[in-house]
Nanobody, 116 residues
Framework: QVQLVESGGGLVQPGGSLRLSCAGS??????????MSWYRQAPGKGRELVAT????????TYADFVKGRFTISRDNDKSTMYLQMNSLKPEDTAVYYC???????WGQGTQVTVSS
């Protein structure tokens, strides 16, 4: 059974940075073979896709609202995916989740709050 554990959330001032991690385990196939994504859900809103990273070489795609500010990456040797978030804005406040679509796995989420 796939398990995903996010970490790295917290309170940060506008303009600040955070790096989220998503550690995965229990995969049937090698970690590197899975497409992975970050989603977020703000209070009172639906869950929205933030970024996706392909398997193996790790080609990334981003939602328009994070392009140029966020970077998704993966370390296949550590079975971990990352989200580097720079130039954070109050509207980035949300619970951030990692997701593996092919196995329908979600992490428990990590809270990111951007506030002065």
């Amino acid at each position: 059974q796939v398990q995903l554990v996010e970490s790295g959330g917290g309170l940060v001032q506008p303009g600040g940075s955070l790096r989220l991690s998503c550690a995965g385990s229990g995969f049937t196939f090698t970690f590197s073979s899975y497409v992975m994504s970050w989603y977020r859900q703000a209070p009172g809103k639906g869950r929205e896709l933030v970024a996706t990273i392909s398997s193996y070489a790790g080609t990334a795609t981003y939602a328009d609202f994070v392009k140029g500010r966020f970077t998704i990456s993966r370390d296949n040797d550590k079975s971990t995916m990352y989200l580097q978030m720079n130039s954070l804005k109050p509207e980035d406040t949300a619970v951030y989740y990692c997701h593996v679509p092919s196995v329908r796995a979600w992490g428990q989420g990590t809270q990111v709050t951007v506030s002065s």
